[in-house]
């Protein structure tokens, strides 16, 4: 590769703060599933980062399929990382925000769907440090997944069920690789609705921001 391809792409990168661009549609790397820290010492490490300790360090594409698999990714060929009522499918989406737009987790092949090409992390927090996190995931209840489960009530209470769940593996699994995390309940519902374009019935329950 010639020296000024070179300083072409290295002054892309830096100009997108350290982050590769990420493609509309991204195949994820293959999640990390042994090795590494012990589960009772991720356990022991647990916490929620300082808002203050985000900077702009970016997670890899690694990191990331790592946490993502961890929150709802298959473990076996028709089952899942967390518990789902019933073996059903996961019935709450997983989003992931970064710098050059957000995309859906799709678990079934392990990849992200574009749904948006805009940097949303600065719109979707109450408190500013979200704006300053690598990636923020954002946990969705899906009603098309919890129709089947009877009242509303039950619904809900089943997808608080998942959330809880789903951001507790991402946390352990943050802790294991060392990055940061903090659960935020604090969002503006509006403005991810529109944002992630959510058909009705569909709610933002909370942001898990990532960063390291
Ligand atoms: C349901 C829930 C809602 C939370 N909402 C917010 C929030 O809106 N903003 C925030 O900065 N932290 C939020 N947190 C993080 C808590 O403040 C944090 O977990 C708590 O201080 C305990 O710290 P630890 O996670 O390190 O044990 C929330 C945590 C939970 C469990």
Redesign the pocket.
């Known amino acids: 590769m010639k020296v000024s391809t070179v300083f072409c792409l290295a002054l892309l990168f830096f100009s997108l703060g350290g982050q590769l661009a990420l493609a509309a549609d991204v195949k994820l790397p293959p999640p990390q599933t042994e090795g590494g820290m012990g589960l009772f010492e991720a356990i022991k490490k647990r ?2 980062a300082q ?1 203050s300790s985000y900077n702009s360090a970016e997670l890899s594409l690694e990191e990331l399929s790592t946490v993502l698999w961890a929150a709802s990714g298959l473990n076996r060929p028709d089952k899942w990382t967390v518990p789902m009522a019933m073996g059903a499918k996961p019935y709450c989406k997983i989003y992931a925000l970064g710098s050059d737009g957000a995309w859906l987790y799709d678990w079934a092949d392990h990849s992200l769907k574009e749904v948006a090409k805009e940097n949303l992390k600065p719109k979707v927090g ?2 500013d440090f979200v704006e300053r996190a690598s990636y923020v995931l954002i946990f969705v209840s899906d009603p098309s997944g919890l129709k089947s489960f009877g009242e509303q009530k039950t619904q809900d209470q089943l997808a608080a069920v998942l959330v809880g769940a789903m951001t507790q593996d991402v946390y352990l699994a943050a802790a294991a690789l060392n990055l940061k995390a ?5 969002l503006k519902a509006p403005v991810v609705k529109e944002g992630l374009k959510l058909a009705d019935g569909e709610n933002p329950l ?1 942001l898990l921001v990532l960063g390291k």
Do not use: I, L, W
């Open positions: 916490s929620s808002g109450a408190q903090r659960y935020v309940m604090s909370c």
